[in-house]
């Protein structure tokens, strides 16, 4: 969620940002030119009030004009060389009164539009906007006015290399501020969805470990926003209902188990009493003493499973291949007198996290489950792999398999496939390896075997906070 919802905020205040940087930069850009074209306008005037004087053509001026010609020649030139930019006063129809030095009105383009629009009264008070990456002059015009009527025209021809440059260096400012603003926003973006996905990342944590068996975790309730800190109370308060009903549901089935195995034992004692006054052979009593050993059997199994649910497990470091070899160590002669082969493949060392007790009780519950449904003559193989963050055992037999409807159903309580029900078993051996294996973060799954049989697969964390 975070992936989502972080990308969607930095790109809204990226936008409100750039919004807010563009029209700024804009804007600093027309005041730096505008700056400069005042600047010009205001030269421009001056040398249009020393022109309005010496208007007429320089060979029918008297003497004082003259001199005021030269000087407004000598300050065309000193205006050129500090600062240098072009500047000229121009007859109505273009021919130089006086000027900087040699240069005239251009033909087109923007002095040629500018010296037009003072050609009727009007100033250069707003020429187009020049931008850095555009190498363009910038030429402003004052109209020279006598006795009412224009006369000349004062047109100032300036580079803007520098006035470029300053714009360019505000626009960096403004990028540096937009930059750290950014950054500003970024990191208040991670601390606010930090704040309100916290207790969401802790509601995942806590429905993951109670839905692999660890039903005592909790959500913290601490920091976020008022309705996730409400929603993960009433989180906390159903499991611990669940909890309960869970725990009500493990002791009825353990007491249950416990109460009738006493009435059972006096039954299967008076069933073997009965069977010595019939005949020997008698059908019908071997029937019942089949079906009374398996409910206490079933009992017996039920009471195993209420107590692998209720069992609070202490995961530790184990050798994984070791504790294999012992169990299948164990399983040989049972294997060898059904005429089945087992054996170990993979690694002969191999750590994980488990309880070695009951990790030693699955292995047996699947191993012996391998061994009740492969016939002689067929093999039965256990592997032991390692594989990143955990370790597995893989235990395949020769059976005769399961469909996939029947792969889906088992491990279920109870459960047993319908060609199978001629086996001993009570069909909650494999709901109490699941059980044990769950109560420190292990998994059981199932798949064909090729050609047939089952393959059993036993997960193992290998570390204390997988």
Known sequence: MRTRLLPLLIVLMASILLALGFPLAVSLAAAQQQKVVVDRIEDAARFAGL?????????????????????????????YKVYGIRAGVFYRDREVMVRSHDWSVPEDGEGREAFEDALYSHSSQDPRQIWPWQKRRLYVAT????????????????????????ITRGWLLIGAGEAAAMLLAIG??????????????????????????????????????????????SFNEMVDNVEDVLEQQRAFVADASHQLRNPLAALLLRIELL?????????????????????????????????????????????????????????????????????????RAATAWADPVTLSSALDAVIDNALKF?????????????????????????????????????????????????????????????????????????????????????????????
């Open 51 to 79: 022109a309005q004087y010496v208007t007429d053509p320089p060979e029918t001026l008297p003497g004082d004009e003259g001199e005021r010609l030269k000087t407004l020649r000598n300050d065309l030139q000193r205006y």
């Open 374 to 466: 492969t016939p002689s003559g067929e093999q039965v193989t256990v592997t032991v792999a390692a594989n990143g963050a955990k370790t597995t055992v893989e235990i395949a037999d020769g059976g005769p398999g399961l469909t996939e409807e029947e792969l889906t159903r088992i491990g279920d309580r109870f459960w047993r496939s319908n060609r199978h029900q001629n086996i001993k078993g009570s069909g909650l051996g494999l709901s109490i390896t699941r059980a044990l294996l769950t109560s420190y973060g292990g998994t059981i799954s199932y798949g064909p075997n090729e050609p047939h049989g089952l393959r059993v697969t036993v997960t193992l964390p290998r570390s204390a906070g997988a």
């Open 188 to 233: 208040a973006a991670l601390r606010l969805t930090g704040w309100v996905l916290r207790p969401v990342r802790d509601l995942d944590a806590t429905t993951h470990d109670i839905a692999t068996g660890r039903l005592k975790s909790r959500v913290a309730v601490a920091g976020g926003p008022p309705e996730l800190r409400r929603l993960a109370r």
């Open 275 to 347: 069977a010595l006054e019939l005949p020997e052979g008698n059908e019908e009593i071997a029937s019942v003493r089949t079906e009374g050993k398996r409910l206490a059997q079933v009992l017996d199994d039920l009471l195993d499973l209420a107590l692998a649910e209720h069992a609070g497990i202490e995961a530790e470091l184990t050798d994984i291949g070791e504790l294999v070899a012992e169990r299948v160590a164990a399983w040989g002669p049972l294997a060898e007198d059904k005429g089945v082969e087992l054996r170990t493949e993979g690694l």
């Open 143 to 166: 109209p020279v006015v006598r006795d009412g009527d224009v006369v000349a025209v004062v047109l100032t021809d300036s580079p803007t290399g520098r006035m470029r440059s300053e």
